[in-house]
């Protein structure tokens, strides 16, 4: 017998589960114009990505979070990456430890992407060591 990799509850249920532990009472608003503009496309995001993908039990979702950051600073997302920051730190995952995944980016990506990063992670993170 194979074993479940979702819960009986459905993929839109299962992703909204997630997007509330990403970004707490931010999770289904719509805080971006493009989600006042296609709210039914966002639906299909949760339900595919958050619902089908980030639920699955094979990578803990601190670990498809720090993924994330790293692809999506690797692409220079940088909006998308200042909601994944926030996510981040969210699930408890440390400043410092943000900011070494985005520094180790420029490895495989290139400084200039990392900068980048670190210069919108700057807006999440802030610059204060205390922060």
């Known amino acids: 017998m194979t ?7 459905s993929l839109l249920e299962n992703g909204m589960d997630v997007a509330y532990q990403l970004w707490g009472d931010r999770a289904g608003g719509n805080e971006l114009p493009a989600q006042k503009l296609a709210p039914e496309f966002f639906k299909l995001v949760t339900e595919f990505c958050f619902g089908g993908f980030w639920s699955r039990k094979q990578l803990a979702l601190r670990d498809r979070s720090l993924v994330t950051v790293a692809q999506l600073a690797a ?4 909006e998308e990456l200042q909601g994944h920051l ?4 969210n ?7 943000l900011i070494e995944v985005l520094m180790h980016t420029s490895q ?11 210069n919108a992670a700057a807006v ?6 205390n922060c």
């Open 3 to 9: 074993e479940k990799i979702f819960t009986e509850k």
């Open 75 to 78: 692409l220079g997302k940088t």
């Open 86 to 89: 926030f996510a981040a730190l």
């Open 91 to 97: 699930l408890g995952i440390s400043r410092a430890e």
């Open 108 to 118: 495989y990506a290139g400084i200039p992407a990392a900068v980048q990063a670190l």
């Open 124 to 129: 999440v993170l802030g610059t204060e060591k």
